[in-house]
């Protein structure tokens, strides 16, 4: 009882719930300038979710091909 438990005490559901809102952005992000999708998988890795965003931020984004 000493607090330390995160989202209120919704645990599990709490913490997946706070990956999915984390990781459908980067995914759709990823898929829009060109990369595949599950490198936004990476939000949820501690510093390699930094290193993403410098990725995103810096590299020459490749324009999807149109079938």
Known sequence: ???HEMFG????LG???FGI???VPFWRICQRI???????LLA???IANIILLYFIAFSRWR???KQ
């Open 21 to 23: 809102i984390l990781v």
């Open 44 to 46: 949820l890795v501690p």
């Open 34 to 40: 060109g990369y595949p999708g599950p490198l936004g």
């Open 63 to 65: 324009t999807p091909t």
């Open 1 to 3: 009882m000493g607090g």
């Open 9 to 12: 005490g919704m645990g599990f």
């Open 15 to 17: 913490m997946l719930l």
